[in-house]
């Protein structure tokens, strides 16, 4: 029999079973409450935010970094064509229309040049995107360099979507 690979195997390393237990316990299960409170707060102190928020799924926490960019109804996003269903499913959520940028063959994630293209022409048109959805996928790093210089010449918003990044 093969043994099965996983995309994505939960790691669970100590504790977690008490911890759960004790949101159990405490009836602090919904909506939030006292933990999730302090990993908020110790996840803004640790990355230097003002403010963090925690929220249920990557895929909510694309929708709303694509609602504070200013993405509305009817806008174009710009995106990998190499990512999971959540990076587009976040735009249709926030009423946008997802498009697709192929990927480069060195990093499998969102070609700089092709982006670049792009946006040079839609630009030309009057068209620029409401924003670009940069997927690192699979522990692979985006280019991001010259992704973020071919988006700032046009001033448009990126959002980042790690997945699986290790």
Known sequence: MTERIYLSPPFVSGNEKELVSDAIDSNWIAPLGPNVDAFEVEFGQYTGASNAVALSSGTAGLHLALLLAGVERGDTVLGSDLTFAASANAVVYAGA???F???ERESWNLDPELLADD???RASAGQLPAAVVVVHVFGQ???LGP???ACAEYEVPVIEDAKYLV
Do not use: F, G, T
């Open 97 to 99: 229309k997802p498009v």
């Open 101 to 103: 940028v192929d990927s």
């Open 119 to 121: 946006l040079r022409r």
């Open 141 to 143: 790093s985006a280019n």
């Open 147 to 149: 992704i973020l210089e």
